[in-house]
């Protein structure tokens, strides 16, 4: 048995586990006032979670866009295949594109850009994720994460170049702080408000398609759409654009 707690594991020797009902038990008599944590069992359970940081734009899966930066812990090399199950972080400089299958992280420290090609990839779970820069979508579904406190800060843009619906299940945020729609094709909105902290932008030539459910939109900062790129409002009395930021606003588009 073991506990992750602040990126440390701590390991017990003994412990009973039942295969048939799916759980285990062991006596818990160390931190009894702090219970704290992600609990598993298994063999060759390491110290701690290593942290891996770009240091160039390149592939996840290429060794080379990575470095081991573990406080303490930096000899051990890249995995083959790139972080896997690790803490991760894009500098703000770095650009970072997802071309193979189930790349996976503990947690993810976003400053730069992570692209998530769903067209060549799929199946990738970000942990806990974080950090003021930038998510590009090339689909409709976002990597499995939690993206609490990446809304807070960071920025998502559905790209591609073709059409395709957003599902609710695939935007798993109370807000986000920018929110853009570029690339080609429409992206199609489903029933549920939409709250956006900061930039609303429709870039390139997509159209967000609101024609349908006449969404409210609610935007904390500016809603632009480019020249090129078109904007299906909605025609019921719910299809409002709402500017409820505490700055001067615009919106800026025909």
Known sequence: PARLYNEFWSLWGNGQVYHDDNYFEFPFTEF???????????????????????????????????ENVTP??????????????????????????????????YRSAIHGTLIVDQVTSGNHYLGKVEGSGKIVVRGAALPSAD??????????????????????????FAGIKNLY??????RRLTPGSLHVSGNLEIRDNAVLDNAVYSNPISVGGNFVKHP????AAGSSESARIILNGNVPQTIQGD
Do not use: C
């Open 32 to 66: 009894t006032n702090h219970i704290q944590g992600e609990y598993t069992i298994g063999n060759d359970i390491p110290d701690r979670i290593l942290r891996f940081r770009s240091k160039q734009n390149g592939m996840w899966s290429d060794i080379a866009t990575w």
């Open 72 to 105: 303490g812990d930096d000899s051990a090399p890249v995995p083959p295949g790139g972080p896997m199950g690790q803490i991760v972080e894009i500098r703000a400089e770095d650009q970072v594109t997802t071309q193979t299958n189930r790349r996976s992280a």
């Open 147 to 172: 993206y609490e406190l990446f809304g807070e800060e960071g920025t998502l843009e559905y790209s591609g170049n073709a059409p395709y619906t957003i599902d609710p299940q695939f935007f798993p």
């Open 181 to 186: 729609f570029s690339g080609q094709g429409e």
């Open 228 to 231: 090129t790129a078109g904007f």
